[in-house]
């Protein structure tokens, strides 16, 4: 296992990765490392490279160079599934949920290990009662840590689009992770569902010490929940600071805020 010696308090260490597909260069030399507990946001306009980001550090792509060491390990050539279970756990921009299975079974699809998976857990019925029973009793305290109790029972069909980002973080969270990885949480979100939203992702870093990593368009949202902002353009680090110095950065107001008034 490699170790990072400079960084101690480093939970994840992205060393010039980049990634090509054909001509286009979504993600190019990119470097940053991530303190343990932290709350990080990575903005930038459309197509500036930062699902692509996710994709690369969650092990669904693979980098053409770079490393990423996670906990003090090397992870660029793991398989994704392996990177969670290191405690790695991204959400996906748009929710992907089952809509004709009630809400708490979404969860419980996420639990790994389901003897009914395999023969001998399928022959015994008790162990898969035992096991589905476990896995109810974690999906409902999920359900709790985001607010969703009331809708356990539902069809997840039939939940908000804010309230699908709540079963999707609380998917996510079925996992356990040490450091998620939120791709647009807040998008299409009612304000006031973003308020809680907010408060849940505060919660959760105070009370499970997860380090956080969240996409989003829009500076103002996370201005106070973040400790540090990134800010992608053309596949690029462009900013790299305290959430105030962003506003401030020209090469910000020019590739981002420029952009986000040609989107208007
Ligand atoms: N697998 C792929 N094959 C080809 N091109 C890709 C692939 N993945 C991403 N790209 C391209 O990389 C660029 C960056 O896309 P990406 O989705 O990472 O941007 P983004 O910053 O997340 O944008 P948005 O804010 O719209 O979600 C785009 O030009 C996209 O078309
Ligand atoms: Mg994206």
């Not at 009630?102 to 096991?131: C, I, W, Y």
Request: aromatic share 6%; proline share 3%; glycine share 8%.
């Amino acid at each position: 296992m490699e170790t990072t010696n400079t960084l101690d308090s480093a939970v994840l260490d992205v060393r010039n990765i980049s990634v090509s597909f054909g001509g286009v260069k979504p993600v190019q030399n990119v470097s940053f490392t991530i303190k343990e507990n932290s709350f990080t946001s990575v903005i930038g306009p459309n197509g500036a490279g930062k699902t692509s980001l996710f994709n690369l550090l969650s092990g669904m792509n693979k980098v053409d160079s770079g490393e990423i060491i996670f906990r003090g390990e090397a992870i660029q050539s793991i398989h994704a599934h392996k990177i969670a279970q290191k405690g790695l756990v991204r959400t996906f921009q748009g929710a992907k949920i089952i809509r004709r299975l009630t809400v708490a079974e979404n969860l419980m699809m996420a639990v790994q290990g389901n003897p009914g998976d395999n023969l001998m857990g399928f022959l015994n019925p008790r162990a898969r009662k035992s096991f589905e029973a476990k896995a109810r009793e974690e999906a409902m305290r999920r359900l709790d840590q985001v607010g969703l109790t009331k809708f356990a029972d539902e069809y997840a069909g039939i939940l908000s689009g804010g309230q699908r980002k709540l079963l999707d973080l609380s998917r996510a969270l079925m996992a356990d992770p040490k450091m998620l990885l939120l791709d647009e949480p807040f998008a299409g979100v009612n304000p006031t569902l973003v308020e809680k939203l907010l408060t849940v992702l505060a919660a959760l870093r105070k009370e499970q010490s997860i380090t956080f990593l969240l996409i989003e368009h829009d500076l103002e949202t996370v201005m106070n929940i973040s400790d540090r902002v990134i800010v992608m353009a053309d596949g690029k680090i462009i900013a790299d600071g305290l959430p105030n110095s962003i506003y401030e950065n020209d090469l910000v107001i020019d590739a981002y805020l420029g952009s986000r008034r040609k989107d208007a």
